[in-house]
C-alpha cells in the first residue's frame, strides 16, 4: 500500500466567538491557496488515488477537497479515527483497503506525527517530525499497514510545492 498522508493545510485562527466548537474552524484564504500548490503537485507525482479518507473537521475536509478539485483524487470520505485516535485506531481503519491501494488520509497534529512515527518505528514516540500544515507524506508498505513496516518514499512541506510551482 502507498499512503498519502496529509496534514491540513492552514486555519482560520482560533476564536472561540466565530467558531464556539473549533471543528468547524475553516481554511484561510492564504492556507487555501498555498495548498492549492501543494494539491496541483500531488496531482502530478501520483495521477490516481483509491480513496482518500479525512477527519470531518472542516479544516481538514476543506484540504481533502481540495485535493479533489486540484489534484482528481477522489471526494473524500468522512474517517473519525483521524480526528486524534490512536495511531493503533488508524491502522485498523486501513486494513479495509487491499494492499495494492494507494490511500490518502487528511488530519491533524500531533496525532500525524506519531501516525508517521508508528507506521516507521513501531513506536508513536519512536521518531521526531514535525509535520508542517499542508505537508504531505508518503509511506509505502510491502503489505497491509502495520507498525514498522513503512518506508517513508519523500516529505513535501507547502512552501516547497509553491517554490516547485514558481521554478
Known amino acids: ?49 483509491d480513496a482518500v479518507l479525512s477527519s470531518r473537521y472542516v479544516r481538514a475536509w476543506q484540504t481533502a477537497e481540495l485535493l479533489a478539485e486540484h489534484a482528481g483524487w477522489p471526494e473524500p470520505t468522512p474517517c473519525p479515527e483521524l480526528e486524534g485516535a490512536a495511531s493503533a485506531t488508524v491502522c485498523e481503519a486501513l486494513q479495509q483497503f487491499p494492499a495494492e491501494t494507494v490511500v490518502a488520509i487528511v488530519g491533524h497534529e500531533p496525532s500525524f506525527s506519531e501516525l508517521v512515527a508508528y507506521f516507521l518505528t513501531g513506536d508513536e514516540g519512536g521518531m521526531e517530525m514535525e509535520f508542517k500544515k499542508g505537508g504531505a507524506a508518503c509511506l509505502r508498505f510491502p503489505a497491509a499497514p502495520r507498525p514498522g513496516s513503512a518506508s517513508l518514499c519523500w516529505y513535501l512541506t507547502a512552501r516547497l510545492a509553491g517554490a516547485t510551482q514558481e521554478a
Open 1 to 49: 500500500m502507498d499512503l498519502y498522508v496529509v496534514r491540513h493545510a492552514i486555519a482560520e485562527q482560533r476564536d472561540s466567538s466565530r467558531w464556539p466548537d473549533d471543528s468547524q474552524r475553516p481554511l484561510s484564504d492564504r492556507g487555501r491557496s498555498r495548498f492549492q500548490a501543494v494539491a496541483e503537485l500531488l496531482g502530478r507525482v501520483v495521477p490516481e488515488a
